[in-house]
Nanobody, 126 residues
Framework: QLQASGGGLVQPGGSLRLSCAAS????????IGWFRQAPGNEREWVSG????????YYADSVKGRFTMSRDNAKNTVYLQMNTLKPEDTAVYYC?????????????????????WGQGTLVTVSS
């Protein structure tokens, strides 16, 4: 089970940190993804890291502004979001899959993920 939290209302240029806590399995060994869905839009991949380790990948729209990190002791993954823009407004979801060696082209494919958090709303507005 995944529990996402940390969303809220923030002004443009502000920051938020989302959390995704896992229970029942160890996140360290899982491929993790963050997705978002804005009203009227399809779900969009934001960031991901394979369970086998290595690089964390980001969508071009958030690269340089968002950072994914992990606290293994807390079995929690974070998404630090800086320099937020109105177009970042969306419900954000964390997701996990046991496919540790998922090919990179599938990292943003939501159908590859087994577990989903409930979503947390981020609103960027003045």
């Amino acid at each position: 089970q995944l529990q996402a939290s940390g969303g809220g209302l923030v002004q443009p240029g502000g920051s938020l940190r989302l959390s995704c806590a896992a229970s029942g399995f160890t996140l360290d060994y899982y491929t993790i993804g963050w997705f978002r869905q804005a009203p009227g839009n399809e779900r969009e991949w934001v960031s991901g890291r394979r369970g086998s380790g290595g690089t964390t990948y980001y969508a071009d729209s958030v690269k340089g502004r968002f950072t994914m990190s992990r606290d293994n002791a807390k079995n929690t993954v974070y998404l630090q979001m800086n320099t937020l823009k109105p177009e970042d407004t969306a419900v954000y979801y964390c997701a996990a899959t046991s496919r540790r060696h998922i090919i990179l082209s599938r990292l943003g494919d939501g159908t590859q993920y087994d577990y989903w958090g409930q979503g947390t709303l981020v609103t960027v507005s003045s």
